[in-house]
């Protein structure tokens, strides 16, 4: 499969618990996106990297919040200090760099925060 | 805030043509209009998209009004596995993708 993934699937944390959510995208993509949805809602932009470079940042992205793009490859978004209203499905896509591009999206991790 | 209204939600009966409206009536000359869909517990996958003609591929046809403020998505035959929400999106150059709530299509045997 050569699609995007994304690790875990689900993830269960305590509230004040850092968590960490890993995208694979795929391989000849040279943009990452990250999103989050919450239930009945479509999924809302966070931030994109092109190849190591983070782009452009949501507000929605509290200093909580960091996503990391080492070598351009592999994505990490971490939650620090998590809340329960960070509870939500996390989102992952990936595209060609050509400004019409095309999204294609991982499966998700949804997060869980008691 | 997204540039498009759907519907809530529609129902389509398994076998007939899925026809789902989309108002984007302040759209830019500029702009396209792509189209996706999210199956449950799944990430959004990429339809069709189109500037201001027509267009057909394996999974559905868009069709764009002359003047451009609104389209329809249709899906020939839908099937059960057709069930899901359909987003209808405008994206400018170079910007971001910013989805809606969506239209729930509900197909039903």
């Known amino acids: 499969d050569t699609g995007v993934s994304q690790n875990p699937r689900h993830k269960i944390t305590k509230r004040g618990q850092n968590v960490t959510f890993r995208c694979d995208p795929i391989s000849e993509h040279n943009r990452l996106y990250w999103y989050r949805q919450t239930l009945g809602q479509g999924p809302e932009f966070l931030t994109y990297?092109?190849?190591?470079?983070?782009?452009?940042k949501s507000r929605l992205l509290s200093d909580r919040f960091s996503a990391e793009r080492p070598k351009g490859s592999f994505s990490t978004l971490e939650i620090q200090r998590t809340e329960q209203g960070d509870s939500a499905m996390y989102l992952c896509?990936?595209?060609?760099?050509?400004?019409?591009?095309?999204?294609?999206f991982g499966s998700g991790t949804q997060l869980s925060v008691l | 805030d997204a540039k498009t209204t759907q519907p809530p939600s529609m129902d389509c009966a398994e076998g007939r043509a899925a026809n789902l409206p989309c108002n984007h009536s302040?759209?830019?000359?500029?702009?396209?209009v792509y189209w996706y869909r999210q199956i449950h517990s799944q990430g959004p996958q990429y339809i069709i998209h189109g500037l201001k003609n027509n267009e057909t591929n394996e999974m559905a046809s868009l069709i764009i009004t002359e003047d451009r403020k609104s389209s329809t998505l249709i899906l020939p035959h839908a099937t059960l596995r057709d069930t899901a929400v359909y987003y209808c999106?405008?994206?400018?150059?170079?910007?971001?993708?910013?989805f809606g709530p969506g239209t729930r299509l509900s197909v039903l045997p």
């Open positions: 990297f092109q190849n190591e470079a983070q782009l452009e």
């Open positions: 302040t759209i830019s000359g500029n702009e396209y």
């Open positions: 896509a990936s595209s060609l760099a050509s400004g019409r591009e095309k999204l294609f």
């Open positions: 999106i405008v994206l400018s150059y170079g910007q971001n993708f910013v």
